[in-house]
């Protein structure tokens, strides 16, 4: 009852109704995952630089239905950043404008679930955005790989200690590194991780 109040509740905080489609039952055994790549790690005033996101369904990564997209910055990229996520100005010099991008955005994610790795960072930015454009925070369940592959780890581990670290858990999944600071490329290793972690805890 309070889930369908709290539905209901954003639903009129809505300023285009066009997006109501985010409310809709998530679509069964489909995911999204995604990656931002931001001007740093405040969520309340930086800036998303590029998101890359892959469809999941039925267990599968759908390569076919990949989104990768570079945002225009308000402001110039602080160097020091750039050391950090790679993206230089002359890869932003054809981005598009962030309302056009996250209108994009919410149509490839749809209602479906959100995967990610520290994926309450990505959405706390992209809400940042949505609640802009739209009025409400992106509404979407979420589904965190890292606290998946800590419930796999924490009874063997000394003191429960379990080392999170993103690189880490490629290597302990035997899965290949495609190179980080990519947002694509991080959403489709974060993708391989939730389905490596699915097979070992259905």
Partial sequence: MLKKILINFNKKKLKDKNFEFLFDESPKNEYVCLDCETSGLNPKKDEILSIGAVHIKDNKILMSKTFNIFLKPSKNIDSESIKIHHIRPIDLENGI???????????????????????????AIISRY???????????????????????????????????????????????????????????????????????NP
């Fill in 130 to 200: 949505t609640q802009e454009f739209i009025g409400i925070k992106l509404p979407n369940k979420t589904i965190e790989v890292s606290s998946m592959y800590y419930k796999t780890r924490r009874k063997s581990s000394y003191y429960g200690l379990v080392d999170l670290k993103f690189n880490t858990i490629l290597k302990n999944l035997n899965i290949p590194n495609f190179g980080k600071h990519d947002a694509l490329n991080d959403a489709i290793m974060t993708s391989i991780i939730f389905l490596k972690l699915i097979s070992i």
């Fill in 97 to 123: 404008e962030a309302q056009k991008a996250i209108f994009q955005l919410l149509e490839f994610i749809g209602s479906r679930t959100i995967v990610g790795y520290y994926i309450e960072f990505d959405i």
